[in-house]
């Protein structure tokens, strides 16, 4: 696992543009952190890094939100509010689409998520500075070593 420490919303961002430099389209990303831990901030990171220009935000009430990016496309999740596979919500569409897939919360849907993924834990310590984990799984090891 790979941590990193940041002070400032800039430096979460600086360390989500290095995470979507590696990405490409297919790969999947799940945030774990509680409310206001950097999850859409380092996702912005992401988007920046695939070419994405309009503005990101959270897809707290839409569950999903898409950007068209340079690289490829960016789909943004928001699973807070699913329960799981009582829902009519199709994940596999962008887990397994043209673009990557940033899931928060991801872990309310467990039965359906891949197998192989980069999960990134953040951990708010104070009220800038930030804790981030990354831990590849399967072929994501090789991009967590890459960071």
Known sequence: MK??????????????????????????CLLVGDLSAGKTTIT????????????????????????????CPLY???LYRLDGVNNDFDLEEYMEGDGVCVIEWPFQVS????????????????EESRTIEVLGIGRYKALEEAL
Do not use: C, Q, W
């Open 44 to 71: 912005k990171g992401i988007g920046m890094a695939l070419g994405v220009k309009k503005v990101i935000n959270s897809p707290t009430f839409t569950i999903v939100k898409g950007y068209k990016g340079d690289k």
């Open 111 to 126: 039965e359906i998520l891949p197998k192989e993924y980069l999960k990134i834990n953040l951990t708010r310590t104070g």
């Open 3 to 28: 941590s990193f420490k940041t002070n400032s919303a800039l430096e979460t961002i600086e360390i989500g543009k290095k995470i979507g430099a590696l990405l490409n389209s297919g790969d999947v």
């Open 76 to 78: 943004h999740l928001d």
